[in-house]
């Protein structure tokens, strides 16, 4: 509910049933909050109780103040959702106000919006994606291999303009596979951005590699091609040059690849470039995902398009991907028998889940589109908003908006977007903060880190000031107003109501 909306609602104990009669009926809410002179709560009326009143003759004189003498079911700023509800379902009432320390109501919570969650970023499916699953019942082939994985490959392959593709389990799997087919032995050294997922680094630990940190550019809140450079200065002068540097494309974003493979290149270390966020994007004109010696792409659940799970290892050399379908597939020898020489993973993707992603591959530029006309939504709603620092899209990248995000800046910036958040989950609206950064991770406890300048934190800042807003295709106008709604709410309140530049 909007600060203005919620202020319709606040109404003095000296205004008339007439007067309030007029008022529900402008707000069509149910519901009037009956404030004492200090602004505080006194009690609430629902059209309930004006209807009863009608019925016991009160006078259109009568004030409201006197309608009730009940104390209000009311909860504090640190209730969520469930316990919201939870009292709703205790007092069997719809609507509860919410309470500041000084007893004055800041926002208003609807039973019916608790009815539905709206997600931050939930699978989008459709039509196509039925047909081929539908295919692999039908030919029984079901269990990992199968026709659709090899469509899925070469159908993605082709998209994103690169040679080869092997499907995986999970971009997880990809990573890992990655890191072995790039050499990465026990004891190495591998650079990766520290403003991502888990699952780009975890495979490191897995090789018994050691991981070295490398923050973000504020420009892109990709990986900062000085802290990179720093960081290859030091590996030289301390004998720990990389086996290779995984390079994260950000929420959807491309890195900076122009200043970062360069550098890659002048000490002859490998990309491994982890688009799992990314899939869709372009860096100019060139597919995010096409730049690495290898690559990787998720279809997590959440991800732009899904298998449900699944992943994709792509490069343009065939060995490579030919050693990658080996290793995925238990490293079995060519013999009639079950032969092993080496260590080998159950990594392929299943049949039915290539058809899924055949299907959705197919509306994978119409899924971009939607979801920068979410983040486009976000920014016209919020122009007036002028504290709001949305994720930059940098010149010459096209990015898919996987998940919108912004930070609020600030030395009280990482309060006010914790208590923006919490709003948000007041309301059923799933927002998160920004990745925390792998160097502030206690798995990663003590790995070297790079930032971007001498005491210059940006991933760590980006993480204490950073929210990710719903930002699905399938996300619709009606659940996006009631994100913005909520969010406008929240910035005001915090604001004292001068927020607005």
Request: proline share 6%; net charge negative; with cysteine.
């Given at each position: 509910?909007?600060?203005?909306g919620l202020?319709?609602?606040?109404?003095?104990?000296?205004?008339?049933?007439?007067?309030?009669?007029?008022?529900?009926?402008q707000?069509?809410?149910?519901?009037?909050l009956?404030l004492?002179a200090s602004?505080?709560?006194r009690?609430?009326?629902?059209?309930?109780?004006?209807?009863?009143?009608?019925?016991?003759?009160?006078?259109?004189?009568v004030?409201?103040?006197?309608?009730s003498?009940?104390?209000?079911?009311?909860?504090g700023?640190?209730?969520?959702?469930?316990?919201?509800?939870?009292?709703?379902?205790?007092?069997?009432?719809?609507?509860?106000?919410?309470?500041d320390?000084?007893?004055?109501p800041v926002?208003l919570i609807?039973?019916?919006?608790?009815?539905q969650?709206?997600?931050?970023?939930?699978?989008?499916?459709g039509?196509e994606?039925?047909?081929?699953?539908?295919?692999?019942?039908?030919?029984?082939?079901i269990?990992?291999?199968?026709?659709?994985?090899d469509?899925f490959e070469?159908e993605?392959a082709?998209h994103?303009?690169?040679?080869?593709?092997?499907?995986?389990?999970?971009?997880?799997?990809?990573?890992?596979?990655?890191?072995i087919?790039?050499?990465?032995?026990?004891?190495?050294?591998?650079?990766?951005?520290?403003?991502t997922?888990v699952?780009?680094c975890?495979?490191?630990?897995?090789?018994g590699?050691k991981p070295?940190?490398i923050?973000?550019e504020?420009?892109?809140?990709?990986?900062?091609p000085?802290?990179?450079?720093?960081?290859?200065?030091?590996?030289?002068?301390?004998?720990?040059?990389?086996?290779?540097v995984?390079?994260?494309?950000?929420?959807?974003?491309?890195?900076?690849?122009?200043a970062?493979?360069?550098i890659?290149?002048?000490?002859g270390?490998?990309?491994?470039?982890?688009a799992a966020?990314s899939?869709g994007?372009?860096?100019?004109?060139k597919?995010?995902?096409a730049f690495?010696k290898?690559?990787?792409y998720?279809?997590?659940?959440?991800k732009?398009i899904?298998?449900?799970?699944?992943?994709m290892?792509?490069?343009d050399?065939?060995d490579l991907?030919?050693?990658?379908?080996?290793?995925s597939t238990?490293?079995r020898?060519?013999?009639p028998?079950?032969?092993?020489?080496?260590?080998?993973?159950?990594?392929?993707?299943?049949?039915?889940?290539?058809?899924i992603g055949r299907?959705?591959?197919?509306?994978?530029?119409?899924?971009?589109?939607?979801?920068r006309r979410?983040f486009?939504?976000?920014?016209?709603a919020?122009?007036d908003f002028?504290q709001?620092?949305?994720?930059?899209?940098?010149k010459?990248?096209?990015?898919?908006?996987?998940?919108?995000?912004f930070?609020l800046?600030?030395?009280d910036?990482?309060?006010r977007?914790?208590?923006?958040?919490?709003?948000?989950e007041?309301?059923?609206i799933?927002?998160?903060?920004?990745w925390?950064?792998?160097h502030?991770?206690?798995?990663?406890e003590g790995a070297?880190?790079?930032?971007h300048e001498?005491g210059?934190?940006?991933?760590?800042?980006l993480?204490?000031?950073?929210?990710?807003?719903?930002?699905?295709?399938?996300?619709?106008?009606?659940?996006?107003?009631?994100?913005?709604?909520?969010l406008?709410?929240?910035?005001?309140?915090?604001e004292?109501?001068?927020a607005?530049?």
């Open positions: 509910m909007s600060p203005d202020q319709a609602l606040c109404v003095a104990p000296e205004l008339t049933l007439r007067e309030a009669l007029l008022r529900m009926d707000t069509a809410r149910g519901i009037l009956v004492n602004g505080a709560l009690h609430t009326i629902t059209d309930g109780d004006l209807r009863r009143a009608i019925l016991k003759n009160a006078g259109d004189s004030p409201v103040g006197s309608l003498d009940t104390a209000p079911i009311t909860v700023e640190e209730a969520d959702a469930a316990s919201v509800l939870l009292c709703m379902d205790q007092h069997q009432i719809d609507h509860i106000p919410v309470l320390g000084a007893g004055k926002d609807f039973r019916r919006e608790l009815s969650r709206v997600w931050l970023s939930s699978p989008h499916l039509e994606e039925t047909l081929f699953v539908e295919d692999a019942f039908k030919t029984n082939w269990a990992p291999l199968g026709p659709h994985v469509g070469g993605l082709a994103v303009g690169v040679a080869h593709a092997a499907a995986v389990s999970s971009g997880t799997a990809a990573i890992h596979l990655g890191l087919l790039l050499g990465v032995k026990p004891g190495d050294t591998v650079f990766c951005s520290s403003l997922f699952g780009s975890n495979p490191i630990l897995y090789c590699a070295v940190f923050d973000s504020p420009e892109s809140w990709n990986m900062s000085a802290a990179l450079e720093r960081a290859f200065d030091w590996a030289r002068r301390e004998g720990r040059m990389p086996s290779c995984i390079l994260v494309n950000l929420y959807g974003q491309s890195a900076d690849m122009d970062l493979l360069p890659c290149e002048r000490y270390v490998p990309v491994l470039e982890d966020e899939l994007a372009h860096y100019k004109g597919s995010s995902g690495g290898i690559a990787v998720s279809f997590n659940g959440n732009i899904t298998t449900s799970g699944g992943g290892l792509v490069a050399d065939p991907i030919a050693r990658a379908r080996k290793l238990q490293a020898e060519p013999a028998h079950y032969e092993h020489t080496e260590v080998g993973f159950n990594y392929r993707m299943s049949n039915v889940l290539a058809g299907g959705q591959l197919r509306v994978l530029e119409q899924r971009v589109s939607q979801r979410v486009e939504r976000y920014v016209e919020m122009a002028r709001i620092q949305w994720m930059p899209e940098p010459g990248c096209h990015s898919t908006r996987w998940l919108t995000c930070a800046p600030g030395t910036g990482e309060e977007s914790r208590q923006v958040m919490k709003a948000l007041r309301h059923l799933e927002a998160r903060p920004v925390k950064p792998m502030l991770q206690p798995l990663f070297p880190y790079f930032s001498p210059v934190d940006i991933s760590a800042d993480f204490r000031r950073g929210i990710c807003l719903p930002s699905g295709s399938n996300l619709g106008s009606v659940q996006q107003d009631r994100v913005i709604d909520h406008q709410h929240a910035l005001l309140m915090m004292g109501h001068h607005l530049a």
